[in-house]
């Protein structure tokens, strides 16, 4: 699977595509418009596309867990990974810069199943203002995470799903694996598969376990997605000094001076 930029003009579109550009799997498009005088707004945009968004490959790779990948991947596509992981994000960017902000618990489904107004057609929105100020914290760098692995009240957790952490799934980068010393919560874990909402809070406690007694923790998975999904289940929880690796496995695996093990090479 690899990535197209179909579109891209300067400081106004970016959008590119998942798999050929004939046979989509998925496209992603950010459009940066005008929101009058001195004001923009940034939109941004999904959708599934008919390429198979890795199943093939993931059931070629894992030939007798194949009815297993199936029934993944078709609740991937009927709930949107971007439903699971895009709302921590966009929470976590927002909190750290200082913007208060709130999940909907459940999505759509949750504020249609209550009832909830719904509308179609062009948003009427009225332009606001936002004042931004940086938190301290938030992000880790490499070093942060070396320092947290040596750290006795720190730790380091990766949020990708079992089968990557112990190497078996091909990963992000060159190597496989983890990070040494990471423990593993995979973010999946923490949702309902049926409605996408989170977990209840005890559930969620005693998922975490442990992790929530260390003074700071540290979040990573394969590109500093994912790992807001955890975090904020963190900040959920009480924990007050959460911080999300940004460069995750897209550096780390990359860099052969920091330590990774793979369970999977005996």
């Known amino acids: 699977m690899f990535c197209t930029v179909t579109a891209m003009e300067l400081e106004r579109v970016f959008e590119w595509t998942v798999g050929d550009v004939d046979f989509k ?29 890795g199943l093939t490959p993931a059931i070629e790779r894992m030939p007798d867990r194949e009815a297993e990948v199936a029934e993944v991947h078709d609740l991937c596509v009927h709930l949107g990974l971007l439903r699971l992981v895009m709302p921590p ?8 810069m200082g913007v208060p902000a709130v999940i909907l618990h459940g999505g759509n489904e949750a504020w249609f199943a209550a ?26 760098d490499a070093d942060d995470v070396l320092a947290a692995l040596e750290a006795g009240g720190s730790c380091v957790v990766d949020a990708l799903s079992r089968d990557n952490y112990e190497g078996r799934d091909p990963g992000y980068g060159p190597r496989r694996g983890h990070i040494t010393g990471a423990e593993n919560v995979p973010y999946l874990d923490l949702i309902k598969a049926e409605t996408a909402a989170f977990k209840p809070v005890t559930e969620i406690q005693r998922l975490l376990g442990d992790v929530l007694d260390r003074e700071r923790v540290i979040t990573y998975c394969g590109g500093a997605i994912a790992a807001t999904v955890v975090a904020f289940c963190l900040d959920m929880c009480g924990h007050d000094d959460v911080r999300v690796y940004d460069g995750s496995l897209m550096e780390w695996s990359r860099r052969d001076d920091l330590p990774m093990t793979d369970p999977s090479s005996g």
Do not use: I, K
């Open 115 to 140: 009832g909830g107004a719904v509308e179609t057609g062009p948003s009427q929105s009225e332009t606001g203002t936002v004042t931004v100020s940086p938190r301290d914290g938030g992000l880790a």
């Open 25 to 53: 799997a998925a496209r992603w498009r950010f459009d940066l418009e005008s929101a009058g005088e001195q004001a923009s707004r940034l939109r941004f945009s999904a959708e599934m596309g008919p390429a198979p968004s």
């Open 89 to 96: 994000l966009d929470w976590w960017t927002l909190t750290r």
